[in-house]
């Protein structure tokens, strides 16, 4: 029932002028890709190295809140590319990217793990002492390895969406 829901939108939408118009722009696809390869090798090193932070292998010279001031305005711009160019390309080929396993997973990680950013941020702002203290505590720990694990497994996931059917 989900997989036609999802079946007819995506033929919906490649019938759209906009779907079409993107189909016969040789240059859109891979400037676009190359756009977001670059935006999530960014994010994923802005993100880790908060990460790493919060597991305690790095950055101890800096609060968890610190960093997360520094690096925040980074994560939520590219995010934001990310959403663009994610957009243009599943626009190009609906069915490709909508009915494809890979993306589905890498959608419902990548919820989880802006549902975790989100939160750990609000966290920040109301208990900013707990997330800074050293050693590092345990919550601490369980987000940035979460975090790492999600991001690892999504730039994965979507690498084999080009694979997979």
Known sequence: MINEAIQSFSTWISTTPLSAWEGTQSWLIPNSQ???????????????RLDLRLLGWM???????????????????LLAILFCTGLVQTIAEPTRELMNPSFRYKMLLLAIVLGS?????????????????????????????VSIACWVTIVLL????????
């Open 34 to 48: 190359a756009i977001h390869i670059i935006s999530v090798s960014l994010l994923v090193g802005t993100i880790g």
């Open 117 to 145: 950013t989100v939160w750990m941020m609000q966290q920040l702002r109301t208990k900013a002492v707990a997330w800074d203290a050293l050693p590092v505590s345990a919550a601490s720990r369980l987000v940035g390895g």
């Open 59 to 77: 950055g101890l010279d800096q609060t968890v809140s610190e960093m997360s001031r520094r690096y925040a305005p980074w994560m939520w711009g």
């Open 158 to 165: 979507g690498r084999w969406i080009a694979y997979t059917q």
